[in-house]
């Protein structure tokens, strides 16, 4: 049984910083990517950023690139998002997910979705 399970969110200043945690286990395929994607309040799910299972594959939003940094420790099999300069904007659920197989890093390829952490940047 696929297990996605976030955590790290929660209230920050416009400027401040979070880094968020994903733990995933329940699955043993060899070829996946665990991403980051977030939803604002009354807007559709986007993409952050994916990391495949062989560490050597990035991929990020353009619109995230300069903020948001998305690291692996393979051994605990967690995936971290760090956030950088939050701003109000940046308000929002905070959701990981796996995909299986060769797939684009896109809310529609996800395969499974952990239950979502809130961030809400705010003074």
């Known amino acids: 049984q696929v297990q996605l399970v976030e955590s790290g969110g929660g209230l920050v200043q416009p400027g401040g910083s979070l880094r968020l945690s994903c733990a995933a286990s329940?699955?043993?395929?060899?070829?996946?990517?665990i991403g980051w994607f977030r939803q604002a309040p009354g807007k559709g799910r986007e993409t952050i950023a994916c990391?495949?299972?062989?560490?050597?594959?990035?991929y990020y939003a353009d619109s995230m690139k300069s903020r948001f940094t998305i690291s692996r420790d393979k051994a605990k099999n967690t995936v971290f998002l760090q956030m950088n300069n939050l701003k109000p904007e940046d308000t929002g659920i905070y959701y990981c997910?796996?995909?299986?197989?060769?797939?684009?890093?896109?809310?529609?390829?996800?395969?499974?979705w952990g239950q979502g952490t809130q961030v809400t940047v705010s003074s």
């Open positions: 329940g699955f043993t395929k060899s070829l996946y990517a």
């Open positions: 997910a796996v995909l299986f197989g060769p797939r684009l890093c896109v809310p529609v390829d996800v395969d499974y």
């Open positions: 990391i495949s299972s062989n560490e050597r594959d990035e």
